[in-house]
């Protein structure tokens, strides 16, 4: 199982994230968890991504990618991946595709999970009051759903047109939307992907 997750912040992707790996029996590869954990281990890299996430802005393309793409490699050749958070623009997209082209893997499903504005900042605002992430404030908040939609947005139709697009409400009880993210993937013919 190879599978997109497409979330704006604040809905759900971790845990939708977490819940689909555990079911398909595949590693889930948070990009936000990895590029926080390389921001902690310090050193100019690691202070050049703190800097980029406590803005709510994208970290540039090839730090990015090579973060990820040695965790995406094992993986792939474990079985495959949930990966979440990435990509999140088009030319991303292009790089998620040519390495699952380099890797042999068929890239089956983007879910993507969506949710007013209002439901995603008021669940970030509730992290943050609960001692949550250090982007997780009003600005930057405001910031990370405008980015969202202006750069991530766009992965929306180019996956509908590649017919791998699941699109699910993410305003509702976590059991309910991994329900329908479930009922979603079974609908979807996998083969033509
Ligand atoms: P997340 O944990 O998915 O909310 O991501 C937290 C932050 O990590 C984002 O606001 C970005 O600064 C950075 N980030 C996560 N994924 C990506 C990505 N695919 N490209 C660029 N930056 C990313």
Same mark, same amino acid.
């Given at each position: 199982?190879?599978?997109?997750?497409? &979330?704006?912040?604040?809905?759900?992707?971790?845990?939708? +994230?977490? /819940?689909?790996?555990? /079911?398909?029996? #595949?590693?889930?590869?948070? &990009?936000?968890?990895?590029? @926080?954990?390389? &921001?902690? &281990?310090?050193?100019?890299? +690691?202070?050049?991504?703190?800097?980029?996430?406590? /803005?709510?802005?994208?970290?540039?393309?090839?730090?990015?990618?090579? #973060?990820?793409?040695?965790? #995406?490699?094992e993986a792939a050749a474990r079985g495959g991946y949930i990966l979440d958070g990435?990509?999140?623009?088009?030319?991303?997209?292009?790089?998620?595709?040519?390495?699952?082209? @380099?890797?042999?893997?068929?890239?089956?499903a983007a879910v993507y999970l969506y949710a007013p504005d209002a439901v995603l900042t008021r669940r970030m605002l509730d992290r943050a009051s609960q001692g949550g992430r250090t982007d997780d404030t009003a600005d930057v908040i405001r910031h990370r759903l405008e980015l969202f939609a202006a750069t991530t947005g766009p992965l929306i139709p180019y996956y509908k047109e590649r017919g791998i697009l699941v699109a699910v409400n993410a305003d509702q009880p976590p059991d309910a939307v991994t329900a329908d993210i479930q009922a979603g993937l079974s609908g979807l013919s996998l083969s033509r992907a």
């Open positions: 199982m190879t599978l997109l997750l497409i &979330a704006p912040p604040g809905a759900g992707k971790g845990t939708q +994230g977490e /819940r689909l790996a555990d /079911r398909y029996g #595949v590693r889930h590869i948070a &990009a936000g968890d990895l590029l @926080r954990a390389e &921001a902690q &281990a310090g050193g100019p890299l +690691g202070r050049e991504i703190a800097a980029y996430q406590a /803005r709510g802005d994208l970290v540039p393309d090839q730090v990015v990618l090579d #973060v990820l793409t040695p965790v #995406v490699v990435f990509p999140r623009s088009l030319p991303q997209a292009i790089a998620a595709a040519e390495l699952a082209a @380099r890797l042999g893997v068929t890239l089956q």
